[in-house]
């Protein structure tokens, strides 16, 4: 159950995040929603209390140290702790929808790639996880658990221009193998999901629906179910199906 729980959702305001935030206040969770868009940071933020949600807003970026330090010490001022934290934040592609139907254009290739735009995906990405899990990490340890979902995704290969989303996120997943192990003896959670599939949020165009792609109800109530998974699935890659949570891989072990 996460009725009471306090729960950071990063990247909190659009898309899958502003989302998922609705189902814990729906679930009756202290919610506490992070984005760099201060202006959709507000709209929500009013969506939010009114369905009588407990909610604290903090725009933040998630690659600006000082700014997730800022946004763990305002959680803890208002509630006092955080119980479960959602890495959502990202810079995402749509490159494996290309080229039909088309959602912006393709992402550049690594020959034509800027070290800037590649800094930005990963900094995003796995620097603002990074950032967020360790600042959360000893609040959780002080309070006997916690849990710390990552989120997953990607693309194939075959698809031109996915190559550095994808990798990022296959560092989310890594990320959340290895570091399960060094706060499992703290009763920390670590898992890594992946939102239910390619989702149509409000920034896509009509021709996305059209052609099938499901909208936000597809994520349904799984990031509420995963905030209550049990130890033995720490460090796994999970998955919500008609309402259970299953393991969909094993954690990594050295090699």
């Known amino acids: 159950m996460v009725e009471g729980k306090v729960v950071i959702i990063t990247g909190g305001a659009k898309g899958i995040g502003r989302y ?52 763990v010490t ?9 119980d479960v934290l959602i890495n959502n934040a990202a810079v995402v592609s ?13 992402w550049p290739l690594v020959r034509d790639m800027s070290l800037e735009f590649w800094n930005k995906v990963f900094e ?49 997943l890594n990320f959340a193998r290895y570091l399960a192990e060094e706060v499992r003896g703290s009763n920390i959670c670590v898992i890594a999901m992946g939102p239910g599939g390619t989702i149509g949020t409000e920034d896509a165009p009509p021709e996305v629906f059209a052609a099938g792609f499901p909208g936000l109800d597809i994520v349904g109530d799984r990031f ?17 199906k008609d309402g259970r949570l299953e393991a969909a891989g094993p954690p990594a072990r050295g090699g």
């Not at 506490?32 to 202006?39: F, G, L, S």
């Not at 305002?74 to 955080?82: A, L, Q, S, Y």
């Not at 749509?94 to 393709?106: D, E, M, Q, R």
């Open 124 to 172: 995003t990405n796995v620097t603002g996880m990074f950032l967020c899990s360790k600042h959360v990490i000893p609040h959780m340890e002080r309070q006997g658990g916690g849990h710390i979902i990552t989120l997953t995704g990607g693309g194939s290969a075959e698809k031109l221009g996915v190559l550095t989303y994808s990798l990022s996120k296959q560092a989310c």
């Open 94 to 106: 749509h490159s494996h929808l290309w080229p039909n139907p088309v959602w912006g254009a393709p």
């Open 74 to 82: 305002k959680t803890i001022e208002r509630f006092g702790r955080v």
């Open 20 to 71: 998922v935030a609705g189902t814990f206040v729906d679930a009756g969770a202290r919610v506490v929603i992070a984005d760099i868009d201060a202006t959709a940071l507000k709209r929500t933020d009013d969506e939010l209390k009114s369905k009588g949600g407990d909610v604290l807003t903090v725009v933040a970026d998630v690659r600006d140290e000082a700014a997730v330090n800022n946004l």
């Open 224 to 240: 509420v179910v995963a905030a209550d998974a049990p130890m033995e699935v720490t460090g796994c890659s999970v998955n919500v």
